[in-house]
Nanobody, 125 residues
């Protein structure tokens, strides 16, 4: 499995932006489809965005479409989540995940075998 470490979370006002990063080590990162999920207190983990190993296609949850952008830099073994126009309902712990040898993005959490420890994002109103 690949080891994943998220960073970039924090406290931001509504309407603001944050950029999350997920650094990977271990197995060949470029062979992994990558995803971002989030979990708010008392709620189940939900899909946010996913990207194939080549960078396209990219999938988004309806709730973030047009505001969030997922991207990756295979040379730096890193996947990003640019979050713009943040809302209080975006508050959650954000996790990155990897699915080895998956050529297409995955939207189900059970389709990923590698997970990071999560980074907290808090959006104040």
């Amino acid at each position: 499995q690949v080891q994943l470490v998220e960073s970039g979370g924090g406290l931001v006002q509504a309407g603001g932006s944050l950029r999350l990063s997920c650094a990977a080590s271990g197995r060949t990162f470029s062979r992994y489809a990558m995803g971002w999920f989030r979990q708010a207190p008392g709620k189940e983990r939900e899909f946010v965005a996913a990207i194939s190993w080549s960078g396209f296609p990219r999938y988004y949850a309806d709730s973030v479409k047009g505001r969030f952008t997922i991207s990756r830099d295979n040379a730096k073994n890193t996947v990003f989540l640019q979050m713009n126009r943040l809302k209080p309902e975006d508050t959650a712990v954000y996790f990155c995940a990897g699915s080895y040898s998956s050529s297409t993005p995955r939207t189900g959490s059970n389709e990923y075998e590698s997970w990071g420890q999560g980074t907290q994002v808090t959006v104040s109103s």
